[in-house]
């Protein structure tokens, strides 16, 4: 046996009659090991597959135009010294589809592209066809797919994922390890599996999670190991930041190489800015994130799940930095609602926010709803529980037995999942108010040192505590406007405006416009 230069891969009988092939010009038999070999092909022998692909004349692609697709996926896929475009090129010189897999690759080639710029419609619409496609085949139909179906549903599930609809991801993400197992597919089982981890981390269920990296295949040495290992690597630091192991998270992160999977950016700096514990790391991370951002085309950088992961992450690093106001903005698209795995990581974040102004009835009716809709996202069920029971213990028709009660059940959750982190949406004198108001021995000494060392003090910034007529009233003065021009802006009387501003100085402890202007621009409002 022999190595390929190219490589460094062993190549056998089989490899060398594959070259014989492309020699003799035996194109039908190039084809045919092409579709029965492709899955070993692309793990093991990358260039070979390359070689084999790429020799193909243009009459054999007319007659199999699954291949002139397969053709750019390959040589995006395995070129590692060369910079990558996050682009499926060649979708418009392939010729129409003959079979049901030239239609399903054409229609993944098309996801692909429009999941890479941004046009996340446009992938979805593509996703639903191929689905569509495969689910009415029939048995025989299906059964010639057995060889591709790892590589074409784990595209499926990339624009699932992306697109922000986690549980369609999952499920095509289990369908794509499933088909992996049943061809020996190695790299598709580690990029599966890792992909499930990762997704599970993100919800929460981090039980699941954890089955899911116990079942990554060894890939010592593999060519592909890098890029089949990231979301691996994410849910691996998600798990430690979980658990309050930051130390152990950052060396983690730091393991994590982008070559190849460069569209994964988001999620990796979300992870930086979790693990930000002071201000200079924050600016760092902040710096990289905008840098970053910057070159991407203006439709990615508004799209989706990596959107919001931005959004998430400049939340964070503000937050770290002191300047609430700017980290109020970062997370001002993300729609809080209940109905979305982001829109209710929003609405966390707003009862946070409202928490950590004071504002406790605020804070409860935004979470609300999430003890009943986040049932399987254990992170927003914890968080929503701790917010819960801090909104009861300062409701006085509550009672402190019901307070006790909400946070027993968000620790319940924590302990269960291992998940502390979630916990730390509480400012640090709410949590240590509710910890001291469990029973003896719930929160063991060891556990409450962790969660108050780790928790962060409540909002000093006097503008969050500010009504959205009083912001309205703030922005409209910021503008430089005179007091009758804001009552005439905001279709209310100069006397109204006149009241609101002597609520807002007190609010902010000032005395004129002028300190109310100078606290604006010092805390990031202007």
Known sequence: MTNDGETGTPTGPEN?????????????????????RWSALLANEPQL?????????????????????????????????????????????????????????????????????????????????????VDEATPEAREQLVQALPELTF????????????????????????????????????RAAGSLAWLHALAGRNLQAR?????????????????????????????????LRFDEADRTLAAADLSGVTERWPAQKLLAALLARDAGSALAVLSQIDATAAAQPAEVQSAGESAGFVALARWLLFTALGNRAQARAA????????????????????????????????????????????????RVLVSAFALTAAAQRHDPASTGATAATSFALALELARTHGLLWPLLVLPRGELAALIAASPAGAVPDALANRLLDSARDADPDPFAALTPRERAVLAALLEGRSTAAIAESLFVSPNTVKSQLRSIYRKVGVRSRRDLERAAVALGHA
Not at 17 to 36: P, S, Y
Not at 167 to 184: G, N, Q, S
Not at 212 to 231: F, Y
Request: aromatic share 6%; charged share 20%; net charge negative.
């Open 155 to 190: 595209q499926w599930a990339m624009v699932w994922e992306y697109v922000g609809e986690l549980d369609a991801a999952v499920r095509e993400y289990t369908e794509c390890f499933d088909h992996a197992v049943l061809v020996d597919h190695t790299m598709m089982q580690a």
């Open 49 to 133: 597959l390359r070689r084999a692909i790429t020799a193909l004349p243009p009459e054999v692609l007319a007659a199999h135009p699954r291949w002139a697709h397969a053709v750019e996926y390959v040589n995006r896929f395995v070129q590692n010294d060369a910079p990558k475009s996050t682009r499926f090129r060649g979708t418009a010189a392939a010729p129409p589809p003959r079979s049901l897999l030239d239609l399903l690759a054409q229609l993944t080639a098309r996801a692909a592209a429009g999941r890479a710029n941004g046009r996340l419609s446009d992938a979805v619409a593509a996703v639903r066809e191929a689905r569509a496609a």
């Open 211 to 243: 089955n899911r990296l116990a079942a990554l295949p060894a890939a010592a040495g593999e060519w592909w190991q890098t890029r089949a290992s990231i979301s691996a690597v994410f849910a691996q630091t998600l798990l430690l930041i979980d658990e």
């Open 16 to 36: 060398d009659a594959l070259d014989d092939l492309v020699a003799a010009e035996d194109w039908a038999g190039v084809v045919a090991a092409l579709d029965t």
């Open 331 to 378: 997370v001002a698209g993300l729609g809080g609602d209940d109905r979305s795995p982001m829109g209710r990581l929003a609405l966390v974040i707003e009862a946070s926010t409202a928490a950590e102004a004071d504002d406790f009835a605020a804070a409860g009716r935004r979470v609300a709803p999430l003890t009943a809709t986040a049932t399987a996202e254990p």
